[in-house]
């Protein structure tokens, strides 16, 4: 199976904050990579896909890349709203596994 | 409009069973891999099982045995059959389309 790690697993930053979180894949995934946003109480929320697609409705200042076996999700600007637990997952081979997940709180 | 409702869970001993439909409206789950995703309290999240276009079916190694995934195409709905539940089966259960939308979840409780 492969093995998704996140870091940081929590993070506090400010609103205008540039924050950037890292998901390594144990072996090379191509693009198969994909970020959700959960809120509490919510269903998780697709934002970035096939590592760098922005879903529709998802604003601009998410953004991700990355190829092989590192990816990152970068929010460019951040809104008091971004307040979320975030998650990466691999969808190159079953199971399609999830990191651990990052905790980002506001200060 | 594309949703996702989950429906079946609820409070069942350890060893009982129950059966998980996700009702899909706005697109056809034929046309989509289906994937159930489950959440333990205050836990992250945990890919259960899949279903392929083409019928292929895949669960992970910590349910294979006592869980199935299945559709049915005439109801344009998706299934989890969930046998032997234990303690640690105790979850939210999402129904996911392809990489999203996902259903609000629906909570399976095993408890005595």
């Known amino acids: 199976d492969i093995q998704m790690t996140q870091s940081p697993s929590s993070l506090s930053a400010s609103v205008g904050d540039r924050v950037t979180i890292t998901c390594r894949a144990s072996?090379?995934?191509?693009?198969?990579l994909n970020w959700y946003q959960q809120k509490p109480g919510k269903a998780p929320n697709l934002l970035i896909y096939?590592?760098?697609s922005l879903q529709s409705g998802i604003p601009s200042r998410f953004s991700g890349s990355g190829s092989g076996t590192d990816f990152t999700l970068t929010i460019s600007s951040l809104q008091p709203e971004d307040s979320a637990t975030y998650y990466c997952?691999?969808?190159?081979?079953?199971?399609?596994?999830f990191g651990q997940g990052t905790k980002l709180e506001i200060k | 409009e594309v949703q996702l409702v989950e429906s079946g869970g609820g409070l069942i001993q350890p060893g009982g069973s129950l059966r998980l439909s996700c009702a899909a409206s706005?697109?056809?789950?034929?046309?989509?891999?289906m994937s159930w995703v489950r959440q333990a309290p205050g836990k992250g999240l945990e890919w259960v099982a899949l279903?392929?276009?083409?019928?292929?079916?895949y669960i992970a190694d910590s349910v294979k045995g006592r869980f199935t995934i299945s559709r049915d195409n005439s109801k344009n709905t998706l299934y989890l059959q969930m046998n032997s539940l234990r303690a640690e089966d105790t979850a939210v259960y999402y129904c996911?389309?392809?990489?999203?939308?996902w259903g609000q979840g629906t909570l399976v409780t095993v408890s005595s």
């Open positions: 096939t590592a760098s």
């Open positions: 072996q090379g995934i191509t693009s198969y």
């Open positions: 997952q691999q969808s190159y081979s079953t199971p399609h596994t």
């Open positions: 279903v392929y276009t083409g019928g292929s079916t």
């Open positions: 706005g697109f056809a789950v034929s046309s989509y891999y």
């Open positions: 996911v389309r392809g990489t999203g939308p």
